[in-house]
């Protein structure tokens, strides 16, 4: 997520983001909680905040550069079972202490990039599939070389 670095995101604080698992008919598909992450901006105190935006005050003023800070969660533990996921369903959420429809952060841009691991027979089968093939080739090779072998043996009885 790319936040801006306004004086309503730094006074937020800590804000919780949450991840639901959905299926292609919308049902939640965490098993017993949806996954969630604390996140906040990037602390940085009122001189130093100062100076940078002094020594970038001409690419700020062109648009080259913003005052915006990236926020990267990387959430694990979920296990697919059979049903497979349709869709991700991003949450963010308030602290506690603030009322609704307050204490959520201003958002500038948000990016997904989902990364699944298969379970451990498909992981085997794929990084072994050269193997898997060329030792599957040379056992039918000698099956068919035995029963052809067989056959001349009983044709010639």
Known sequence: MVLPESDYNRNLGIFQVRVNYLSEKGESLASLRPLSHPCMLGFKSEPLWLLLTFFKIIPLVAGYVSESQTVTLMFRGYTESVVPTGCLKVTIEQRAEFRSQAGIPEVYDAFLHLESELSFLKRILWYWRKTIFVWLSMTLFIVEL????????????
């Open 146 to 157: 035995l029963f052809a072998t067989l056959l001349c043996y009983a044709v010639q009885l």
